[in-house]
């Protein structure tokens, strides 16, 4: 079993940044591909980005494609997104998620694990 702990979310004014970090902990973090998703109030959790094991491969969904940047420290079994130029509509719970192999996917149904998520305001 693997336990994700995200941090690092809080209210910002539009066009701020954060940057969120999930520490794993439990089995070996080894040769896991991470990934970010969110969910808005009245919405499905969506894919927001993802890092292969080794760091080489990363995606991102449209909508933050420029703006956010997901990178890993698999020394400290830490993963992060920043996250610049922040609109309100980027307002949401945002969840981590391991999957027990390398390479990464869009597809929530990927991923093994879950963390329990941090929320993220943007005010206007």
């Known amino acids: 079993q693997v336990r994700l702990v995200e941090s690092g979310g809080g209210l910002v004014q539009a066009g701020g940044s954060l940057r969120l970090s999930c520490a794993a902990s439990?089995?070996?973090?080894?040769?896991?591909?991470m990934g970010w998703f969110r969910q808005a109030p009245g919405k499905e959790r969506e894919f927001v980005a993802a890092?292969?094991?080794?760091?080489?491969?990363?995606i991102y969904a449209d909508s933050v494609k420029g703006r956010f940047t997901i990178s890993r420290d698999n020394a400290k079994n830490t993963i992060y997104l920043q996250m610049n130029s922040l609109k309100p509509e980027d307002t949401a719970i945002f969840y981590c998620?391991?999957?027990?192999?390398?390479?990464?996917?869009?597809?929530?149904?990927?991923?093994?694990?879950w963390g329990q998520g941090t929320q993220v305001t943007v005010s206007s």
């Open positions: 998620a391991a999957r027990r192999v390398t390479d990464v996917s869009y597809h929530r149904y990927a991923y093994n694990y």
């Open positions: 439990g089995r070996t973090f080894s040769g896991y591909a």
């Open positions: 890092v292969s094991w080794s760091g080489d491969n990363t």
